[in-house]
C-alpha cells in the first residue's frame, strides 16, 4: 500500500508540471516558447521525479512548479519578457539546476568544449613561457588533446541528454 501512495505523490507532480506546461505553451507563441524551453524543463521534471531521497526531490519539484507559476503570472500580467524569465529562473531554477549540474552531470550548452579547450590553451601557454613547447615546435597539442576529450565527453552527455539549454 505503501509504494502505491509514493506512485500516486510521484504522479501527481508530473500531472501538475505538464498541466502548467501545457498551459503556458498554448498562451505563448515559438519565439516566446524558445526563452521558456519546456522540453529541457520536462526532461528535468522526469529526471527529478525519479530520484531519491525524496525528502531532497520535494524542494525542487517545488522550485519546478514555482517557476512554471511565475511564469504563468508574467504572461497573465503582460510583463514576459526575457529579462523577466531570467530573473524569475535564477529565482527558482538556480538551486534546482546547480544540484543537477553537481550531483548528475547536467550541463548547459558547449560547456564541456569550452572549459576543456581552455585548460589545455593555458597548459600550453605555461609550457612555452618556460620552454618546454620549443620541444614540440610551439604546436598546442595539450589544447588539441583536451579539446577532443572535451568534444568526445560533450558527445556522451548528449547522448545520455543531460545537456540543457536554460
Given at each position: 500500500m505503501r509504494n502505491t501512495d509514493l506512485t500516486e505523490r510521484k504522479s501527481e507532480f508530473l500531472v501538475?508540471?505538464?498541466q502548467l506546461l501545457s498551459e503556458i505553451e498554448q498562451q505563448?507563441?515559438?519565439?516566446e516558447c524558445e526563452i521558456v524551453n519546456p522540453s529541457d524543463l520536462r526532461k528535468i521534471a522526469n529526471y527529478i521525479d525519479h530520484?531519491?531521497?525524496?525528502?531532497?526531490?520535494?524542494g525542487h519539484k517545488k522550485n519546478l512548479i514555482t517557476y512554471l507559476e511565475s511564469i504563468?503570472?508574467?504572461i497573465e500580467s503582460d510583463q514576459f519578457n526575457k529579462t523577466n524569465?531570467?530573473?524569475?529562473?535564477?529565482g527558482t531554477l538556480a538551486s534546482v539546476l546547480a544540484y543537477l549540474n553537481a550531483y548528475h552531470r547536467f550541463n548547459s550548452?558547449?560547456?564541456?568544449i569550452h572549459s576543456s579547450a581552455l585548460i589545455?590553451?593555458?597548459?600550453?601557454?605555461?609550457?612555452?613561457?618556460?620552454g618546454v613547447a620549443k620541444l614540440y615546435?610551439?604546436?598546442?597539442?595539450?589544447?588539441?588533446?583536451?579539446?577532443?576529450?572535451?568534444i568526445r565527453k560533450q558527445r556522451r552527455l548528449e547522448a545520455e541528454g543531460k545537456i540543457l539549454n536554460l
Amino acid at each position: 500500500m505503501r509504494n502505491t501512495d509514493l506512485t500516486e505523490r510521484k504522479s501527481e507532480f508530473l500531472v501538475e508540471f505538464n498541466q502548467l506546461l501545457s498551459e503556458i505553451e498554448q498562451q505563448l507563441s515559438d519565439e516566446e516558447c524558445e526563452i521558456v524551453n519546456p522540453s529541457d524543463l520536462r526532461k528535468i521534471a522526469n529526471y527529478i521525479d525519479h530520484l531519491k531521497p525524496l525528502s531532497k526531490m520535494r524542494g525542487h519539484k517545488k522550485n519546478l512548479i514555482t517557476y512554471l507559476e511565475s511564469i504563468k503570472s508574467l504572461i497573465e500580467s503582460d510583463q514576459f519578457n526575457k529579462t523577466n524569465v531570467l530573473l524569475s529562473r535564477v529565482g527558482t531554477l538556480a538551486s534546482v539546476l546547480a544540484y543537477l549540474n553537481a550531483y548528475h552531470r547536467f550541463n548547459s550548452g558547449n560547456m564541456e568544449i569550452h572549459s576543456s579547450a581552455l585548460i589545455g590553451f593555458v597548459i600550453d601557454v605555461i609550457l612555452s613561457a618556460i620552454g618546454v613547447a620549443k620541444l614540440y615546435y610551439y604546436v598546442p597539442i595539450i589544447m588539441l588533446i583536451s579539446l577532443f576529450y572535451g568534444i568526445r565527453k560533450q558527445r556522451r552527455l548528449e547522448a545520455e541528454g543531460k545537456i540543457l539549454n536554460l
